[in-house]
């Protein structure tokens, strides 16, 4: 069964939990459970699907995770019909064993708020536009300032490089890897697969990278910067596809040859 995220923390509470220690965090949100990740906390500024998804897979294992979300909310919440509930169940199918909190990223005091939840985290996510995130003062660079032994996971659409620019949907990642062109038929236009499937592979990817960081920083204490975007994950999720076209010279077609 799908459960959903505890309801919102108010800033006051939060402010309490935000201390530069791990036990802060425990004494306002407690422990989501027992796994193999019991003990890692993680600071989820994700929101829609990708990063949701690589933080509930996280959370699944046992980490805690402390979603971040505005004043109104993930987008998702507003995703309905359809609902249980009264939530709509596109956010509770990717928010599972997650704590909740609402904070103004822009409001001072609350922006002091989530560099306290920086400090006392092993990891953070995010998947704002490229620059956002430096705007607001919570950029890879401003984190491992606050904690030098941060995991820094970073989701856009297109790269932080000429595509930066590129609102990151997964419609438009579809189209631009060629993967439309692999659905329907010969006679058809190009189709868009029934869900958003390389926000979920991105998800997988980024879940994957974190635990490889985490690996690395319990040999050596470092964190680091784990970047990601839909586009190398769309070409990586079209495995053979890709291949072709590469290695072969041959584009994307219906029949999978």
């Given at each position: 069964m799908k459960q959903p995220i505890t309801d919102p923390t108010s800033r006051e509470g939060a402010g309490r939990g935000g201390s530069r220690s791990r036990r802060g965090?425990?004494?306002v949100f407690g422990r989501s459970g027992s796994g193999p990740l019991s003990g890692i906390v993680i600071a989820d500024f994700s929101r829609v699907l990708a990063g949701p998804y690589a933080t509930m897979l996280l959370a699944d294992m046992g980490a805690t995770v402390i979603k971040v979300e505005g004043a109104d909310g993930d987008d998702t919440?507003?995703?309905?019909p359809p609902v249980r509930d009264g939530e709509a169940t596109f956010f509770l199918s990717v928010n599972r064993n997650k704590h909740s909190i609402a904070?103004?990223?822009k409001d001072p005091k609350?922006?002091?708020v989530a560099r306290d939840l920086v400090r006392a985290s092993d990891v953070m996510i995010e998947n704002f536009k490229p620059g956002n995130m430096e705007r607001l003062g919570l950029d890879y660079a401003i984190a491992a300032e606050l904690n030098p032994e941060i995991i820094y996971t970073s989701i856009t659409g297109f790269g932080t490089g000429a595509g930066a620019h590129i609102p990151g949907y997964d419609l438009l990642v579809q189209a631009a890897s060629g993967m439309m062109s692999l659905t329907g038929d010969q006679d058809t236009?190009?189709?868009r697969a029934g869900v958003a499937l390389f926000d979920v592979i991105t998800g997988l990817h980024a879940a994957i990278g974190i635990?490889?960081?985490l690996h690395h920083k319990?040999?050596?204490?470092e964190g680091q910067l784990v970047e990601l975007n839909l586009l190398n994950s769309a070409l990586s999720g079209m495995v053979n596809q890709s291949a072709a076209y590469v290695t072969g010279g041959r584009g994307a077609n219906p029949d999978g040859k």
């Open positions: 965090v425990d004494e919440r507003t995703y309905m904070l103004d990223l609350d922006l002091e236009q190009p189709f635990l490889g960081a319990d040999q050596t204490g």
